[in-house]
Each structure stands twice: as structure tokens, then as C-alpha cells.
């Protein structure tokens, strides 16, 4: 999709990695902390205002803490 190929290049101008995650048009970017995650959020908004797809952002909330494993 040559939308989500536009899409990439907008976290990778900041250095970031971003790819086409599954079928698409599905664009995953991996940060490191809050300030890189506002980083991404403003530009795919700034994206998205000048696109003909619409777009939307979800920041999953991860375990700080990595695996945690519950015997029952």
C-alpha cells in the first residue's frame, strides 16, 4: 500500500525503526520512552492531516517489569 510506505518514512526522518506489520496497512514503530512516542504521535498526526487514508495512533501499555509468569 503505497500510503503505509509514505507512513514509514515519517518515524524513519527521526531516526526511529518503523515497519509494515502483518497484511498492512497496519505501521509499527518501536520507541524508546515518552519524549520519542510524543516524537512519532505529532508527525503521524501531521501525516494523517495531509493524507487521503485515515490514520490512528494506539500506544499499547507494556509490563515495565518484561514477563511475569502466574502458577495456578
Known sequence: MPQS???IATPREAGLAAVVSGAGPTV???VAGDAQVAEVLAR???F???S???WRAE???LAANG???EVL
Open 5 to 7: 510506505a509514505a507512513l
Open 28 to 30: 509499527l514503530t518501536l
Open 44 to 46: 503521524i498526526d501531521e
Open 48 to 50: 494523517s492531516a495531509h
Open 52 to 54: 487521503t487514508v485515515s
Open 59 to 61: 500506544v499499547p501499555t
Open 67 to 69: 514477563v511475569t509468569v
